[in-house]
Nanobody, 112 residues
Framework: QVQLVESGGGLVQTGGSLRLSCAAS????????MDWYRQAPGKEREWVAH???????NYLDSVKGRFTISRDNAKNTVYLQMNSLKPEDTAVYYCKAGGRYWGQGTQVTVSS
């Protein structure tokens, strides 16, 4: 069982930046691929970014060049650095471990 706790969300103006963190419990964090998802009001949850246990990354096209996913296995934490934020990035952001375990989410609101 893995427990995930996201933090770092908030209110930011268009063009601003935020860094989300997802802290994981357990000693097997380094083995898990990790993902960030988001869900905007009235929309389905969508995948945003992926990082393998080895550090390879992949991104949703609309966030490429603006968002960066990274991980620190010593801290059992995965990050999502979000730059050049747009109002359409407004959503609750969730992390997911090993394709199975979800965090509770953190709200990101980008004002225009």
């Amino acid at each position: 069982q893995v427990q995930l706790v996201e933090s770092g969300g908030g209110l930011v103006q268009t063009g601003g930046s935020l860094r989300l963190s997802c802290a994981a419990s357990g000693r097997t964090f380094s083995r898990y691929a990790m993902d960030w998802y988001r869900q905007a009001p009235g929309k389905e949850r969508e995948w945003v970014a992926h990082i393998t246990s080895g550090g390879s990354t992949n991104y949703l096209d609309s966030v490429k060049g603006r968002f960066t996913i990274s991980r620190d296995n010593a801290k059992n934490t995965v990050y999502l650095q979000m730059n050049s934020l747009k109002p359409e990035d407004t959503a609750v952001y969730y992390c997911k471990a090993g394709g199975r375990y979800w965090g509770q989410g953190t709200q990101v609101t980008v004002s225009s």
